[in-house]
């Protein structure tokens, strides 16, 4: 297995909070890949959004991920590093993917208010229907899947244990 690991999964199923936390158990540095766009672009990924569409966020993100190099880390990409079959594929030769699943259900739990987000989607789309497209592509993409339902401790020791 690599010593690198990606994390891929909706807005809400814990990309960030969970590799945050992996990475200092496994002593790993930690990229957040929604953060670094909007360091690049010194503005928050709802204004990106607003100013320049989904589409264009989502390339904005496919480019950026292809630029990463991972050397002993975690990477939490957005929700929709998955449109990009380029970005996947440079995250496949150099980390394991880990699908964060995650219901519907939760993720509406989690999410309070997908508009004010950054959340790359055409404006006609409905937050189920984005799910049902994006679940297809991170099972196409990944690895490993691992359930995200309980605690973030009770997720990164399953993600320990898979990877052994």
Do not use: W
């Amino acid at each position: 297995m690599s010593l690198n690991i990606t994390l891929i999964g909706m807005a809400g199923s814990g990309k960030s909070t969970i590799g945050k936390a992996l990475s200092e158990k496994l002593n790993k540095s930690f990229i957040d890949s929604d953060k670094l766009i909007e360091e690049q672009l010194q503005m928050p990924l709802q204004q990106i959004l607003e100013d320049n569409g989904y589409l264009k966020l989502r390339q904005i993100e496919a480019e950026l991920i292809q630029t990463i190099e991972m050397d002993n880390t975690v990477l939490a990409t957005g929700g929709s590093a998955v449109y990009s079959p380029h970005a996947m594929e440079h995250l496949a030769l150099q980390s394991t993917i880990i699908y964060l699943q995650v219901p519907l259900e939760a993720i509406y739990e989690r999410v309070e208010d997908f508009e004010n987000r950054g959340f790359a989607k055409h404006p006609d789309q409905t937050i189920e229907e984005v799910y049902r497209e994006r679940v297809s592509l991170y099972e196409r993409y990944t690895d490993l899947t691992i359930e995200n339902i309980n605690s973030a401790d009770i997720c990164i020791e399953a993600i320990i244990k898979k990877l052994k």
